[in-house]
C-alpha cells in the first residue's frame, strides 16, 4: 500500500482552493508518522480479499478482480475528519460485501486534503473532485457533514457519476461506502431494507443480490488497473 500526503506549503489539490487552505500542509506536519503508519497497516488488513464459499459465489471459478482505491481523507484543526479504524471498517465491510463477485479492494493510496476542499455543492467543487476520478480505479473522498445540494437534509455518502467520485460524510455508516460502491458499478436503488442499494436504513443483515453481484463483477474490470 502506498501512502501519501498533501505536501505542505501548496494549496489544496481538490476544489481549485488556495488560500486559507494552505494549513493543510502544517497540520499534516503535525500528524504524527505512527498515525499513518497505523492507518497504512489497518486498511491494508481491511483490503485483504474476503473469500467467499463456493455456495455463495457468483463469480466463475478462478475469476478475480482487485479494484485500486484512492482515498482523499479530509483534515481539519483537529486532525483527520475520521479514524483510521473507521476507514478499516468501511472498507473491510465492503471487502465482504463484494467478495461473493469475485472482487476484493486494495487500498492504491491515502492523501490528506483540509476538509473543506472536499465540495460536491458547488460548480467548482465539483469541478476539483473530477480531477480526482481521471485516474484509475474507485476515488473516496471523506469530509464532514454533507448537505445535499440545494437541500437542506444531510448525507451519509453519495456517488458522483460525472466526477467518478465518491463522497462520504463523517456520518457514513458501516454499509454506507460499499452502497456507494455499488452505484459506481452501475447498481440502481432498490427498496427492500435487506439490500444494500436501498436508500434507507438498511437491516444490519442487508446484502447484495445475486443477480446485482453478478452486475457487479462484469462493470469492476473496468475499474481495475
Known sequence: ???????????????????????????????????????AFTLGMAACTARPSSATSVAPPGSHVEVPLHLYVGMNRRGPVVTPEVLGDWVGQAAMDFAAAGLSFEVASVQYVPAGSIDARTRRGR???????????????????????????????????????????????????????GHAFG??????????????????????????????AIAASRWQR
Do not use: Y
Request: charged residues 25%.
Open 187 to 216: 447498481l440502481d436503488h432498490e427498496r427492500a431494507a435487506k439490500n444494500l442499494m436501498c436508500s434507507c436504513d438498511r437491516d444490519p443483515q442487508a446484502r447484495f443480490s445475486k443477480m446485482q453481484l453478478a452486475q457487479a
Open 1 to 39: 500500500m502506498r501512502v501519501e500526503a498533501a505536501p505542505a506549503g501548496r494549496g489544496a489539490p481538490v476544489g481549485g482552493r488556495t488560500d486559507k487552505q494552505q494549513t493543510g500542509g502544517m497540520m499534516l506536519a503535525r500528524f504524527s508518522i505512527v498515525r499513518l503508519l497505523l492507518l
Open 127 to 181: 469541478r476539483g473532485l473530477a480531477e480526482l476520478g481521471a485516474r484509475d480505479g474507485v476515488h473516496i473522498a471523506i469530509a464532514g457533514p454533507l448537505r445535499r445540494p440545494r437541500k437542506r437534509a444531510t448525507t451519509r455518502g453519495s456517488w458522483l457519476p460525472r466526477q467518478r467520485v465518491i463522497v462520504l460524510s463523517t456520518e457514513a455508516s458501516r454499509t454506507t461506502l460499499s452502497h456507494e460502491i
